[in-house]
């Protein structure tokens, strides 16, 4: 089993950054693949970022430029980095781990994938 914690939700302004790390029960970052998703007020999840065991990244069309994922494998932390952030961003994110997926296949597509989450950190974004 793997726990899987996120922090560093807030509410910010609109243009404003922020950092969500992702701190993992077990010495994962290394093999297993990892992404952000999020979830706004009645829409499904979707898949933000995600990095996988072979070092490829896939972010979502809506983030790409403004979102950056990053791991600290010494660590055990997962990160997205979130700049330049819209009203549009105002979600739950959530932070998930599978043994086996490839990012190569973007991340709108690794979300039945994932075998462990988190219980998410809360964005909100005001214009």
């Known amino acids: 089993q793997v726990q899987l914690v996120e922090s560093g939700g807030g509410s910010v302004q609109a243009g404003g950054s922020l950092r969500l790390p992702c701190v993992a029960s077990r010495y994962i970052t290394t093999s297993y693949c990892m992404g952000w998703f999020r979830q706004a007020p009645g829409k499904e999840r979707e898949g933000v970022a995600a990095i996988d065991g072979a070092g490829w990244i896939s972010y979502a069309d809506s983030v790409q430029g403004r979102f950056t994922i990053s791991k600290d494998n010494a660590k055990r932390t997962l990160y997205l980095q979130m700049n330049s952030l819209k009203p549009e961003d105002t979600a739950m994110y959530y932070c998930?781990?599978?043994?086996?997926?490839?990012?190569?296949?973007?991340?709108?597509?690794?979300?039945?994938?994932?075998?462990?989450w988190g219980k998410g950190t809360l964005v909100t974004i005001s214009s």
């Open positions: 998930a781990a599978a043994r086996y997926c490839s990012a190569r296949s973007g991340v709108r597509t690794l979300k039945g994938a994932m075998e462990y």
